[in-house]
């Protein structure tokens, strides 16, 4: 079965430091890793990563893939009070077209 | 927004009562899921459809099952609901494989 774990699960950090999130998993026929940021309602898309295109940079937030180790960072710089979210991980494999999620990271931004 | 459509968006129901929850879009994507959401287990999936007629179940999908007679509508029907299948709804939408998927805003589901 596909899994995927995310850490840490919460994160309390000051406004302006640099946070890292981290996404592993384990999935057969791996396609693609997918970055989604939460906040009150639905998950808004962030990145997409894939085999073709590993590294992915957006403003302040930037994410890799490593296909090897199996697992993806993602990375926000100078953060603000708008980035407190859940920040969600998911895999997508050839195939079934499953999207397989990591049961996300809170992330606190303390003014 | 991605023109995906939930109803209702909150609803409150007794154990044992059939409930069905819609998922519309008007995006004639091909690829739709059903999500659940709950505290400490992320969006865990319970079915999908690849097309019209075509589904296939997630990991949680003992007592839900799933209808998609149109390409715009995907139907989630809990056959006698439970207090365990209290949880946030979500659907999403994907138009080709190996795209990211786009989210409804969400039913809030109570079985009292």
């Known amino acids: 079965e596909d899994k995927v774990v995310q850490s840490p699960l919460s994160l309390v950090v000051h406004e302006g430091d640099t946070v890292t999130l981290n996404c592993s998993y384990e999935?057969?026929?791996?396609?693609?890793l997918l970055w989604y940021k939460q906040e009150k309602k639905a998950p808004t898309f962030l990145f997409m990563l894939?085999?073709?295109?590993i590294e992915k940079k957006s403003g302040r937030l930037s994410s890799i893939l490593d296909k090897k180790e199996l697992f993806s960072i993602l990375n926000i710089t100078a953060t603000q009070t708008g980035d407190s979210a859940i920040y969600l991980c998911?895999?997508?494999?050839?195939?079934?077209?499953?999207?397989?999620f990591g049961t996300g990271t809170r992330l606190t931004i303390i003014p | 927004d991605a023109g995906i459509t939930q109803s209702p968006r909150h609803k409150v129901t007794e154990t044992g009562t059939p409930v069905t929850l819609r998922c519309h879009q008007t995006?004639?994507?091909?690829?739709m899921y059903w999500y659940r959401q709950d505290p400490g287990h992320g969006l865990r999936l319970i079915h999908y459809?690849?097309?019209?007629?075509?589904?296939d179940k997630g990991e949680v999908s003992d007592g839900y099952s799933v209808s998609r007679s149109k390409t715009e509508d995907f139907l989630l029907t809990l056959e006698s609901a439970t207090s365990s299948q209290t949880s946030v709804y979500f659907c999403?939408?994907?138009?080709?494989?190996?795209?990211?998927?786009?989210f409804g805003q969400g039913t809030r589901l109570t079985v009292v």
């Open positions: 999403a939408i994907r138009d080709r494989e190996g795209t990211e998927a786009f």
């Open positions: 999935v057969t026929n791996f396609r693609s």
């Open positions: 894939t085999s073709s295109g």
């Open positions: 998911a895999v997508g494999n050839f195939g079934n077209e499953k999207l397989t």
């Open positions: 995006e004639n994507h091909r690829y």
């Open positions: 459809s690849y097309g019209v007629k075509d589904t």
